[in-house]
């Protein structure tokens, strides 16, 4: 599109592309081939006035973002930049507008699906941070709690290693270098974390290499497991402690499965019955009774099982 002349509130069209005319419509056009300001949308007027009215000849106009309205109302996303020229001796203006409204529509589309998957993420339950170049650059509320942290700003810039026990930063540095390109997954590892007030606890820890802010970041997804590993260990040392029981009596001790499996069998089965405990694990406990004693043995085992 071409044309403008100085001093006038009415854009002169010099030459117009007709798919630009089909697209604002031809109720635009005002005169013998000139284009009012209305053409633009109100809140651009005042800049479409400066640029087209105050600029020397020879003078570029950057693109920049603009809106067009259609005499349907319909609005229009453009961009539009140009230079002021001497046409028949006369300023003017040598514009070019590119239809930027699919794009904008996408950008805004992307721009609620991030805002969308933001707000999941800062509300999951899942600890989840990002860094990049060994520092944090995102940590969601949970993460915050989960670090032991008053505020996210606490973390923020603060470097991963801090966060991990000495004994665990060779496989912290190991993993980020596995996550070396976008949309790579680690599996998840057990491994410790030192909270801001110096206790530690465990984690388990996955990652995905993933593109933050428009640069190579790592997003880790945290879950505190300290419970879990707190109840294993107390099981374990209950099961050791009841072992050392068992094997220091000179009963006979088996532990049998829902099925009648033995399970374990103490050694004093060796001294009573000259039978080592291995000969029995595997086996269905009833194979080793004596027939006339199978049914009361199984009417012991389901009564005891019942309770």
């Not at 600029?55 to 930049?81: A, Y």
């Not at 593109?211 to 099981?235: H, S, V």
């Not at 004093?268 to 405990?277: D, T, W």
């Amino acid at each position: 599109m071409e044309g403008i002349k100085r001093g006038s509130v009415d854009l002169i069209i010099i030459r117009i592309e007709w798919r630009y005319l089909k697209k604002l419509c031809t109720s635009v056009l005002t005169g013998r081939g000139s284009i009012r300001l209305s053409f633009f949308h109100p809140d651009y007027r005042e800049v479409s006035r400066d640029r087209f009215f105050h600029s020397e000849v020879g003078q570029e106009l950057p693109f920049i973002e603009t809106v067009m309205i259609r005499d349907d109302g319909k609005r229009i996303d453009v961009e539009i930049g140009g230079v002021h020229i001497l046409r028949d001796g006369e300023p003017a203006v040598l514009s070019i507008f590119r239809d930027v409204t699919d794009r904008k529509q996408a950008e805004q589309k992307l721009s609620e699906s991030e805002k969308r998957y933001r707000r999941l993420v800062e509300l999951s339950p899942i600890a989840m941070l990002v860094h990049r170049d060994g520092l944090i650059q995102y940590a969601n509320r949970s993460c915050t709690k989960l670090l032991g942290a008053a505020s996210v700003d606490e973390l923020l810039q603060q470097p991963i290693l801090d966060f991990s026990p000495p004994a665990y930063r060779d496989a912290v540095e190991r993993r980020i270098r596995a996550l070396d390109g976008t949309g790579i997954f680690v599996d998840p590892t057990e491994e410790q974390v030192v909270r801001r007030d110096k206790t530690i606890i465990d984690v388990e820890v996955t990652g995905v290499s993933i593109q933050y802010e428009g640069q190579p970041a790592y997003l880790m997804m945290i879950q505190d497991i300290t419970r879990e590993k707190q109840a294993e260990e107390a099981l374990r040392e209950s099961e050791e402690k009841y072992r050392l029981i068992a094997e220091s009596m000179t009963d006979l001790v088996t532990v049998l499965d829902e099925n009648g499996v033995v399970k374990y069998a103490s050694p004093s089965h060796e001294s009573v019955l000259g039978i080592s405990p291995e000969t029995y694990q595997g086996r269905i406990a009833f194979d080793v009774v004596h027939p006339g004693d199978v049914r009361v043995l199984g009417s012991g085992v389901n009564s005891t099982a019942r309770s």
